[in-house]
């Protein structure tokens, strides 16, 4: 347990943003699931209109730290060879 009163308040902080973290990988996963499901079905269409909210979505997690810069690229560069498969 923490001691001073700053290591408290270091400990709230990594708290709130572990969970702020979780939130946001959690979210992107699922529309990434759920985008590769339409494109498992060959619904093209709602693919296309879905594919720019999950790459939204992607970045945003990558600029605030939850995945890494590289890892977001890597990620929308599948998706995007994904839909254009089908």
């Known amino acids: 347990m923490p ?3 700053s290591a408290k308040k ?4 990594s708290l709130i943003r572990k969970k702020r973290n979780r939130r946001m ?5 699922n529309s990434i699931k759920k985008f590769l499901q339409l494109v498992n079905e ?5 693919a ?3 594919l720019p909210q999950v790459i939204k979505l992607i970045d945003i997690t990558s600029s ?4 890494h810069k590289n890892k977001a690229a890597r990620e929308k560069s599948k ?3 994904k839909l ?3």
């Open 42 to 46: 060959e619904k093209g269409e709602e």
């Open 25 to 29: 990988k959690s979210t992107v996963k």
């Open 3 to 5: 001691i001073t009163k």
């Open 10 to 13: 270091r400990m709230r902080q």
């Open 48 to 50: 296309k209109k879905m």
């Open 64 to 67: 605030k730290g939850v995945w």
């Open 84 to 86: 254009a498969g089908i």
């Open 79 to 81: 998706l995007m060879k």
